[in-house]
Antibody, heavy 116, light 109 residues
């Protein structure tokens, strides 16, 4: 059973950089794409981007200028960096496995609040 | 970029009834690229249907997906109490990445 777990600060100041890590247990992340998705309070799901162990990435055009997703296959982890955050970036951030064309395993999510 | 529009926004039904949820895309979608998720309060989304009509592992057979082109449907044949949740459709685009619909809230009548 694949399990994903997000970790990182729950509070980030405006204009700073949000950094989260997703640790995957059971199975190598080299075999599929690793994705980040977020959900603002009371809102729908927004895809942020994904990465493959080959280094291939794809980002949501609306966030592309501020997003970097990286991967460390030796640790079975992948990470998200979102720069210049504002209150609009307050959300629950999920990591998930993209297998084929759908997201079959998700982390439990972590709430990140942007506030001074 | 293809936009996904789900309807209705909210669906009020009773346990035992049949639920029909719609997902319409602004551009034709390859069926393999269309999925459905269920999300309950405080939980991560759960994959229900992939490839428009294939049930994910462990999903009861009362859930079914259908459709092609720009019109897709998620049907729950006989609602059980645990099925009341929010449902999202999702498409994969080779250049645009992943897009979600805005969701349909299925509530107990």
């Amino acid at each position: 059973q694949v399990q994903l777990q997000e970790s990182g600060p729950g509070l980030v100041k405006p204009s700073e950089t949000l950094s989260l890590t997703c640790t995957v247990s059971s199975g190598s992340i080299s075999s599929y794409y690793c994705s980040w998705i977020r959900q603002s309070p009371g809102k729908g799901l927004e895809w942020i981007g994904f990465i493959h162990s080959s280094g291939n990435t794809n980002y949501n055009p609306s966030l592309k200028s501020r997003v970097t997703i990286s991967i460390d296959t030796s640790k079975n982890q992948f990470s998200l960096r979102l720069s210049s955050v504002t209150a609009a970036d307050t959300a629950v951030y999920y990591c998930a496995r993209l297998l084929g064309y759908s997201l079959d395993y998700w982390g439990q999510g972590t709430l990140v609040t942007v506030s001074s | 970029e293809s936009v996904l529009t789900q309807s209705p926004g909210t669906l009020s039904l009773s346990p035992g009834e049949r639920a029909t949820l719609s997902c319409r895309t602004s551009q034709s979608v390859i069926s393999n690229y269309l999925a459905w998720y269920q999300q309950k309060p405080g939980q991560a989304p759960r994959l229900l249907i992939y490839g428009a009509s294939s049930r994910a592992t462990g999903i009861p057979d009362r859930f079914s997906g259908s459709g092609s082109g720009t019109d897709f449907t998620l049907t729950i044949s006989r609602l059980e109490t645990e099925d009341f949740a929010v449902y999202y459709c999702q498409q994969y685009g080779t250049s645009a990445g992943i897009t979600f619909g805005q969701g349909t809230r299925l509530e107990i009548k």
